[in-house]
T-cell receptor, first 112, second 112 residues
Framework: EDKVVQSPLSLVVHEGDTVTLNCSYE??????LLWYKQEKKAPTFLFML??SGIEKKSGRLSSILDKKELFSILNITATQTGDSAIYLC????????????WGAGTKLIIKP | DAGVTQSPTHLIKTRGQQVTLRCSPK?????VSWYQQALGQGPQFIFQ???????QRGNFPDRFSGHQFPNYSSELNVNALLLGDSALYLC???????????FGPGTRLTVT
């Protein structure tokens, strides 16, 4: 059965800390892995990863994919209270072009 | 450019009633996907519409139905509401499901 597992489920750190969020997957015919940030309602897109070993960066956020070990990590450096959110990972596959499988998310709380 | 819009924002219904949720996609997008997100969970795929047809469906009963109009906007209908249907309903638009999806703010449905 295809699945996406995120860890940890929740994480509490202090401002300025660096965090690493994990997303592992078991999906047939993998095509892409996407990271989203969800604060109050709508998830907002962060990264899409399709190739192994190529880091994507946006400010203090970065992400990398390992297609051999079937996981991705999302790093946030110098965390700020505004980074508090649920971080969602989703994986798409080629056999069915019309679905993403979502992880349950990691709830990140940044304390001042 | 207006992003994805959804209406209403909040809705309270009683068991057995029917509900219609609405979504307008981001300009230039022709594909609309609907998700149900229970508290503390990742989004669960309900179905996707493209060219006014349901292209793919997740594991949801027939009580969940939808429609897409020629202007690409979409409706989600849920009949015979159950308490377990209480959730955040998210609409996402895209031009290719496996590329980034843009989410609307969601509709919070409460069934009492």
């Amino acid at each position: 059965e295809d699945k996406v597992v995120q860890s940890p489920l929740s994480l509490v750190v202090h401002e300025g800390d660096t965090v690493t969020l994990n997303c592992s997957y078991e999906v047939t015919n993998f095509r892409s892995l996407l990271w989203y940030k969800q604060e109050k309602k709508a998830p907002t897109f962060l990264f899409m990863l399709t190739s192994s070993g190529i880091e994507k960066k946006s400010g203090r956020l970065s992400s990398i994919l390992d297609k051999k070990e079937l996981f991705s990590i999302l790093n946030i450096t110098a965390t700020q209270t505004g980074d508090s959110a649920i971080y969602l990972c989703a994986v798409g596959w080629v056999d069915s072009n019309y679905q993403l499988i979502w992880g349950a998310g990691t709830k990140l709380i940044i304390k001042p | 450019d207006a992003g994805v819009t959804q209406s209403p924002t909040h809705l309270i219904k009683t068991r057995g009633q029917q509900v219609t949720l609405r979504c307008s996609p981001k300009s230039g997008h022709d594909t609309v996907s609907w998700y149900q997100q229970a508290l503390g969970q990742g989004p669960q795929f309900i179905f996707q519409y493209y060219e006014e047809e349901e292209r793919q469906r997740g594991n949801f009963p027939d009580r969940f139905s939808g429609h897409q109009f020629p202007n690409y906007s979409s409706e989600l209908n849920v009949n015979a509401l159950l308490l377990g249907d209480s959730a955040l309903y998210l609409c996402a638009s895209s031009t290719d499901l496996l590329n980034e999806q843009y989410f609307g703010p969601g509709t919070r449905l409460t069934v009492t």
